[in-house]
């Protein structure tokens, strides 16, 4: 299986725990992932009931990718989203793509 730049998390979450989850993420992405050189894009999803979020960055390499996942608070936020949620899903590899 290859590993390519892109993280997805996915978490089960509380839906009157929702909002913290989301400015968590927020911060996090403002403070550590959005200023790394190898950031090129992220992205947080949630579902229409409220109690799932996503969580998509898609960084530059896959080098980029694992150096931002060692990061602790990087690390530490999308593994735990300080007990909000319980993670899904972790890592995912590209499998097709479509368009340019």
């Known amino acids: 299986m290859s590993e390519g730049p892109v993280l997805i998390h996915v978490w089960r979450i509380d839906p009157a725990q929702e909002a ?7 911060e996090l992405f403002r403070s550590e992932v ?3 050189s190898g ?3 992220a992205r947080i999803l949630e579902s229409d009931d409220r109690s799932s979020l996503a969580a998509v960055i898609e960084m530059r390499s896959v080098e980029d990718r694992r150096r931002i996942e060692q990061i602790a608070e990087v690390r530490e936020t999308l593994e ?14 590209q499998a097709r793509v479509y368009g340019a």
């Open 34 to 36: 959005a200023t790394d």
């Open 39 to 41: 950031f090129k894009s």
């Open 80 to 93: 735990h989203l300080h007990c909000r949620a319980d993670l899904v899903v972790r890592l995912y590899h």
């Open 20 to 26: 913290a989850g989301l400015e968590q993420l927020d």
